[in-house]
């Protein structure tokens, strides 16, 4: 998978049954920075369920609408409601077109889904996508190793570090928990 998409990033920080995902705000256009405060992480299917999205707003707005609707179709199941809206999205003439990635979490698992079809276990307790995803997942792996920080921290630490170092992130932080 050698999709990069300029203008995000989403990091995932999960320890036991704990789960943060955080995004950055900025919205580019070319080299134009058009909003700083954009919301790309979202809670789904009554709050159970944490999604991030990068790459085009419109297409990643399109694919978070089609997923709600695979939660509601699989009753919460997120892995089944994941290979729905892949098959969905390699399959559909309009959809395969669309440009984005997702990360998508609840208590028990962390998915990375694209266009492409993967669907994605990422090993360990991290996962990151966007241009400053390497950035992100350096961090928040370092900070779960050596620190005893609960995931709101590491996730928003890791996406402000990645903002010091990607243009095309900045440090306007959504933050979103899932807590058991």
């Known amino acids: 998978m050698t999709v990069l998409f300029e203008g995000t990033t989403i990091v995932c920080v999960r320890r036991e049954k704990n ?42 707005m399109t694919l978070l609408e089609r997923f709600e609707n695979c939660l509601e179709q699989c009753k919460g199941d997120l ?50 996508i966007g241009s400053g995803s390497g950035y992100a997942l350096a961090a928040a792996r370092a900070f779960c190793e050596g620190t005893d920080w609960l995931p709101p921290q590491v996730a928003k630490r890791s996406i402000e570090i990645a903002s010091e170092i990607c243009i095309y992130t ?4 959504t933050l979103e928990v899932l807590e058991k």
């Open 19 to 60: 789960v943060a995902m955080a995004g950055d705000g900025q919205v580019t256009l070319g080299t134009q920075i058009i909003k700083s405060n954009a919301k790309k992480v979202r809670k789904l299917y009554s709050g159970s369920v944490l999604v991030g999205f990068a790459g085009s707003t419109a297409d990643a």
């Open 79 to 128: 892995m089944r409601s994941a290979v729905v809206l892949v098959k969905e999205w390699r399959m559909d003439k309009a959809l395969r077109r669309l440009e984005a990635m997702m990360l998508a979490a609840n208590h028990d698992i962390t998915l990375l889904l694209s266009g492409s079809g993967d669907i994605i276990e990422p090993e360990g307790n991290v996962a990151a």
């Open 170 to 173: 900045d440090n306007v932080v």
